[in-house]
């Protein structure tokens, strides 16, 4: 009976079948790495390919979608400004500037964080919950506070970039009430992924990825999509489908955050991510859900950005920032208030507005977002 490969071993079999020349010690043939791959995903459990709210990933085109006021608001809890990574292309707002005067990254209280979750689902009507950081595996004991605060939200997420992700963790995670996992994977080439992340993390993201289908979560596979690597998206996409994945959510590489100082080498040309989007969803339409997350820039500016601007007149994103400012955008530095300083009564002010439809405030706070006013691009498949 031949063997049948576990997650661990999933990442060489994949790089075997996709980047022989990567591959160093002892090599598997090409069509042996396919059965084992082929054997391995018919012991899946069946992976659904519904997504609650639309894709996983940082989202921006998403945030002022008009079925808002009947699916509710999506919240992004950025738990940790930490990460084990160092991507090039990061669009944390606190990444490329100094670190805080203490030296010490800032990580969302537990105890604040239930509370604040208490009181936003309280008082406005929530569809889901996305954590993220930084990288939010580095939060102290996540199962914990997941566990505190999943009975009052219908599906949470987590968005890692997999270094972290044991099978041990992964387990737990699940038990305490994640049901959606999303891992980025920027190119078939270990040496390019690696490249971007700025850190050897190619082999550990595929595995993550292979170890969330075996303990069944709803998996997305994402990639951030520059002029390094605009041409590995084909093949990206054939990692998700040899890992039994039915979702690819693409991210147009934006000049912001920590890409600021890099977008020489990675911005692409105008109009050539539209490309992209459009050639893969030809090839692979039939076979994968592929989303847009982030949309081509719309217009590169420094200045705040003013709602009129971005012809935008509401928001369905949350975001509960580290530094515990409660925002509009993932990009944005600041919001419009923040729970480690204020009391309840001002965010339930602050809160009750939204759920009355008044979005002006809001939309006034959001310092930046890159891809504000661009079209939204939504599923094509
Ligand atoms: S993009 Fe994600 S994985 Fe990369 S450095 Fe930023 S938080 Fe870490």
Not at 87 to 101: E, H, K, Q
Not at 270 to 288: Q, Y
Not at 294 to 312: F, I, K, N, W, Y
Not at 314 to 330: A, D, H, T, Y
Request: glycine share 8%; charged share 20%; aromatic share 4%.
């Amino acid at each position: 009976m031949k063997p049948v490969l576990r997650a661990e071993q999933v990442s060489h079999a994949v790089a075997a079948l996709l980047r022989p020349e990567e591959v160093t010690g002892a090599r598997l043939p090409a069509d042996e790495a396919a059965g084992q791959l082929d054997r391995w995903r018919s012991r899946l459990p069946p992976a659904s390919l519904s997504l609650p709210g639309g894709g996983m990933d940082n989202c921006p085109a998403a945030c002022s979608r008009p079925e808002a006021a009947d699916t509710g608001f999506e919240i992004w809890l950025e738990l940790v400004e930490e990460c084990n990574l160092d991507c090039l292309f990061c669009y944390n707002p606190w990444r490329g500037r100094s670190t805080p005067a203490d030296g010490a990254a800032r990580t969302l209280p537990l105890q604040r964080t239930v509370e604040v979750l208490g009181i936003i689902c309280d008082t406005v009507s929530v569809s889901h919950l996305t954590v993220s950081g930084g990288e939010p595996l580095m939060y102290p004991d996540l199962p914990s506070l997941v566990s505190r605060i999943s009975p009052a939200i219908p599906s949470i997420g987590i968005t890692t970039n997999g270094r972290s992700g044991t099978r041990t963790r992964l387990e737990a995670l699940k038990s305490s009430g994640v049901g959606r996992l999303s891992v980025p994977v920027h190119s078939h080439s270990p040496l390019t992924h690696d490249h971007l992340a700025n850190g050897r993390s190619w082999h550990a993201a595929v595995r993550c990825l292979a170890l969330a289908q075996e303990t069944g979560y709803q998996t997305t596979m994402s990639a951030v999509v520059t002029g390094t690597n605009g041409t590995h998206v084909p093949r990206v996409a054939e990692i998700a489908l040899l890992l039994g994945i039915p979702r690819l959510v693409l991210n147009c590489f934006h000049s912001t955050g920590q890409g600021l100082a890099h977008d020489r080498r990675l911005a692409l040309p105008a109009g050539r991510f539209g490309d992209i989007v459009r050639d893969i969803r030809d090839t692979f339409g039939d076979r994968l859900e592929i989303t847009v997350g982030s949309p081509e820039e719309h217009a590169a500016s420094d200045a705040p950005m003013a709602p009129a601007q971005g012809g935008v007149s509401r928001v369905s994103r949350l975001v509960l920032s580290p530094q515990g400012e409660i925002k509009f955008c993932n990009q944005s530095e600041t919001g419009l208030l923040n729970v480690l300083e204020c009391g309840d009564s001002r965010l339930r002010a602050l809160l009750d507005e939204l759920a009355a439809g008044q979005y002006d405030r809001a939309l006034a706070s959001i310092d930046n977002c890159t891809c504000r006013a661009a079209p939204v691009v939504s599923k094509a498949v």
